[in-house]
Antibody, heavy 121, light 110 residues
Framework: EVQLLESGGGLVQPGGSLRLSCAASGFTFISYAMSWVRQAPGKGLEWVSGISGSGGSTYYADSVKGRFTISKDKSKNTLYLQMNSLRAEDTALYYC??????????????WGQGTLVTVSS | QSVLTQPPSPSGTPGQRVTISCSGSSSNIGSNTVNWYQQLPGTAPKLLIYTNNQRPSGVPDRFSGSKSGTSASLAISGLQSEDEADYYCATWDDSLNGWVFGGGTKLTVL
């Protein structure tokens, strides 16, 4: 059974940093791309970043480019999102999502339950 | 403002058929397949339709998807109270080199 468990969210001041983690199980981690998708309170879904199965290719939404870094640790079956220079508009529930293939453009077939990031002074 | 345009809040009565549209452009829907996600209140999104019209196992055949040109649609027939949820379309955008979502459609079952 595929399971995705996010952690690392919390309250951070504007300009601060936070690292989110997503522990994956139930599938061959290196074979599938992964993404982070966020949802601001009361708003819709916004794709944030994606990484290929091998980890060799990464993609970012313009809204986070240069501030966020996605990575995956194959030895720990864990996906990360390093978030720097955080802004109030980054406040959201962050989901990790598994793609159906090794490329980031594959369908998100499984989602975690999300971890909440609040950026406020 | 979302790259993909969805209607805001349709409603229907039990047993009815409702359709939710998703409008995009040549760089997204026009070039790639469309997925639909259902988000029940307080829960994570769930894959409902993939590759325009395919249903994952476990999704009732009351749900169907289609795509034509730069638009896609999700149809729900035999509406049930448990279908009350937010629905999102999504596809890859070749110009943005990333995923784009519709703004979401909140379906109310009266």
């Amino acid at each position: 059974e595929v399971q995705l468990l996010e952690s690392g969210g919390g309250l951070v001041q504007p300009g601060g940093s936070l690292r989110l983690s997503c522990a994956a199980s139930g599938f061959t981690f290196i074979s599938y791309a992964m993404s982070w998708v966020r949802q601001a309170p009361g708003k819709g879904l916004e794709w944030v970043s994606g990484i290929s199965g091998s980890g060799g290719s990464t993609y970012y939404a313009d809204s986070v480019k240069g501030r966020f870094t996605i990575s995956k640790d194959k030895s720990k079956n864990t996906l990360y999102l390093q978030m720097n220079s955080l802004r109030a508009e980054d406040t959201a529930l962050y989901y990790c999502a598994k793609s159906s293939g090794s490329g980031v453009a594959g369908t998100f077939d499984y989602w975690g339950q999300g971890t909440l990031v609040t950026v406020s002074s | 403002q979302s790259v993909l345009t969805q209607p805001p809040s349709p409603s229907g009565t039990p047993g009815q058929r409702v359709t939710i549209s998703c409008s995009g452009s040549s760089s997204n829907i026009g070039s790639n397949t469309v997925n639909w996600y259902q988000q029940l209140p307080g829960t994570a999104p769930k894959l409902l339709i993939y590759t325009n019209n395919q249903r994952p196992s476990g999704v009732p055949d009351r749900f169907s998807g289609s795509k034509s040109g730069t638009s896609a649609s999700l149809a729900i027939s035999g509406l049930q109270s448990e279908d009350e949820a937010d629905y999102y379309c999504a596809t890859w955008d070749d110009s943005l080199n990333g995923w784009v979502f519709g703004g979401g459609t909140k379906l109310t079952v009266l």
